[in-house]
């Protein structure tokens, strides 16, 4: 396992998957990832916030909140229940979790995903893997490897932690077409000049295979150092 020669904690090669909001195909972005690179033995995982209408449909609240805690991890064992911590394993994911933690309390959910993490790798008994998270607020806490950012015009909510965390894309992932994202378009698919410029972009309906750039960057990634700190 890497680790960080001033204090022994473990370092991570992570990806992180996130967009402007519910329904975009991020699960699905993540699965594309892990199907593309069967051999890396993928430690994936989704991170849900709950409470304040954050995790809600159609105004009815979900059941993500554990019974008990302000935070929960759950490892899944099945790749078939159809959740989207399944989907990852039947993606090819190694191990699958899914972190829930009350709106606001993610720091506090952090420990249980370090030491979830840390027994996972110890249990595997082998070369420390990836990590690939679906989740936009985790960039509050550190900088990943990979920070993929998947936006779709025909959807017209943008969570505020997507818009301030657009700037630290490595990628955008377009959903729809480059005639969507015109100036005709929603006030928010107008994203600043310097922005499409700056960021490189690919255009991936779900059910297409992972586009030739985004694989170069997940390939430059597993390649390089594991630098991220938990």
């Excluded at 993606?91 to 899914?98: E, L, Q, T, V």
């Excluded at 607020?137 to 932690?161: E, G, M």
């Excluded at 990628?171 to 015109?182: H, I, K, Y």
Aim: net charge negative; glycine share 8%; proline share 7%.
């Amino acid at each position: 396992m890497a680790v960080n020669n001033t204090n022994g904690s473990p370092r991570w090669r992570l990806i992180v998957v996130g967009g402007h909001t519910r329904s975009i195909g991020k699960t699905q972005l993540v699965c594309d990832v892990i199907s593309a690179f069967p051999r890396a033995n993928w430690i994936a995982g989704k991170i849900t916030q709950y409470g304040h209408g954050v995790c809600a449909q159609n105004g009815e609240d979900c059941d993500c909140a554990p019974d008990e805690h302000v935070c929960a991890i759950n490892w899944e064992t099945q790749a078939d229940t159809g959740t989207d911590s399944a989907r990852f394993l039947a993606a090819g994911a190694r191990k699958s979790f899914w972190l829930r933690t009350k709106q606001g309390f993610l720091a506090e959910g952090l420990p249980l995903l370090r030491t979830g993490l840390q027994q996972a790798v110890e249990a595997g008994g082998e070369e420390q893997p990836p990590v690939i998270v679906e989740s936009n607020s985790l960039l509050q806490f550190l900088k990943p490897s990979l920070y993929l950012s998947v936006i779709d015009p025909a959807k017209d909510d943008f969570k505020d932690s997507a818009r301030a965390a657009l700037d630290r894309a490595d990628a955008l992932v377009l959903r729809g077409t480059s005639d969507e994202f015109s100036a005709e378009g929603p006030s928010w698919t107008r994203l600043p000049a310097r922005l499409l410029k700056e960021k490189p972009s690919v255009s991936q309906q779900e059910g297409e295979p992972l586009p030739e750039p985004l694989q170069v960057l997940v390939q430059r990634m597993l390649e390089g150092p594991a630098s991220v700190s938990i």
